[in-house]
């Protein structure tokens, strides 16, 4: 398998733009997060859907964030308008049913709010 | 809701020597406790987690210990190798909340 695949690696864009950030799970998981890090505030959980459905987006930081999950194989995290203090890593993880705490992270979309 | 700490926040030691990172947790029905390692420019990736019904487990030369009185656990490192120095991350779950809270992370430096 070819693990969490996020897309793109690295994105630049300038303040008031919108961004929107992939995520392919491994195939056959039932879980799938999404996490932002930065070295003020380390690893955050911002939403997790549970087959396709959002079971909990209290880490979400606002309604500039928003994220969904049309399928069992794709997933967005899009943040419109976009601020500097957005810029971090953004990654996806995604998990089996039986044992969802054993997260597969992705490689991570790094984030550049100018 | 939980609150994971972490300590140190770096580590450097020499090749061969051991390392110790520390976690404390604060939610009582917590019980599973993953430690992840980040290397450079990659997502984390789970290298050994063990649950509140066992006080120690080891995988070659990791071990990872747990105390539920205390509500502490450790990652332990022996023989330390230069493709040790990474981020490690602690992270504690409870059966209800169905999600992994993080430690802020520890950079471990292993130098030659």
């Known amino acids: 398998d070819a693990g969490v695949i996020q897309s793109p690696r690295h994105e630049v864009t300038e303040m008031g733009q919108e961004v929107t950030l992939r995520c392919k799970p491994i195939s056959g998981h039932d879980y799938l997060f999404w996490y932002r890090q930065t070295m003020m505030r380390g690893l955050e959980l911002l939403i997790y859907?549970?087959?396709?459905?959002?079971?909990?987006d209290s880490g979400m930081p606002e309604d500039r964030f928003s994220a969904k999950m049309p399928n069992a194989s794709f997933s967005t995290l899009k943040i419109q308008p976009s601020e500097p203090r957005d810029s971090a890593v953004y990654f996806c993880?995604?998990?089996?049913?039986?044992?969802?705490?054993?997260?597969?992270f992705g490689p991570g979309t790094r984030l550049l709010v100018l | 809701g939980e609150n994971v700490e972490q300590h140190p926040s770096t580590l450097s030691v020499q090749e061969g020597d051991s390392a110790v990172i520390k976690c404390t947790y604060s939610d009582s029905a917590s019980n599973y406790f993953p430690w992840y390692k980040q290397e450079l420019g990659k997502g984390p990736q789970l290298i050994i987690d063990?649950?509140?019904?066992?006080g120690e487990k080891k995988d070659q030369r990791i071990a990872v210990t747990l105390n539920k009185t205390a509500k502490h656990f450790s990652l332990h490192i022996t023989e330390t190798q230069p493709e040790d120095s990474a981020v490690y991350f602690c992270?504690?779950?409870?059966?209800?909340?169905?999600?992994?809270?993080f430690g802020q992370g520890t950079r471990l430096t292993i130098n030659p």
């Open positions: 993880a995604s998990s089996l049913y039986r044992g969802w705490e054993t997260q597969y």
């Open positions: 992270a504690a779950s409870n059966p209800g909340a169905q999600k992994l809270v």
């Open positions: 063990i649950r509140s019904n066992v």
């Open positions: 859907f549970n087959n396709n459905v959002p079971i909990d």
